[in-house]
């Protein structure tokens, strides 16, 4: 029997999503997946194996080899920069990377906020604008209301949140999806198996309709 190929997941808003992609590609998913509390379920066929991971670390496993495979939104991979192959867009978890403020921005305290501090400060690198980005771990949409940043980068997929908090997109930095990834060396090595889950996959993400 191979050895079976390990995949990360992402833990959270895109596994129910995952999972339901991977059932229609005809690649075997185990039943508890979504409600486990285990963190490495292996498939009944034996082919593939599991982790679950949050969302920021799964290019590390990926990158370091404990995971072969790795399903991740766009913005941790623009964030992580790790060594890594991406193989295919997924088509979910579709959101923009977007600075965002109150509709009147205006530069006070040169400060932005943000949970993608790289995204952030390339942005800016590359507009040839000074700014000092400060990270926050998450409600990122609080900083321009209370003074500690002008303005944030940070992910848009309804709207709803900045809409509440009287905020407005000013520019869209990137369009984001879940892509899937590889480890370089996995992908020499384990080419066959890589490609059978990465065909299965293809045939079923949807049509690339743009953020
Ligand atoms: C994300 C993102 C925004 C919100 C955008 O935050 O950082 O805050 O979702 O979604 P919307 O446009 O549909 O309102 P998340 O819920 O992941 O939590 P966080 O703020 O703690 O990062």
Redo the contacts with the bound molecule.
Sequence with gaps: MMEPLTIALSKG?ILPQTVALFRRAGLEVPEDLDESRKLILPSADGRLRFILAKPVDVPTYVEYGAADLGVVGKDVLLEARRNLYELLDLGIGRCRMCLCGLPDLVWRTHRVAS?YPHIAADYFRDQGKQVEVVYLN????LAPLVGLADAIV?????????KENGLVIHEVIAPITTRMVANRMSFRLKGEAIDRVTQALQRVVGGGDSC
């Excluded at 998450?138 to 949409?141: D, F, K, L, M, N």
């Design positions: 808003r949970k998450g409600s990122v949409e940070d992910l848009v997929e309804t709207g709803r949140t900045l």
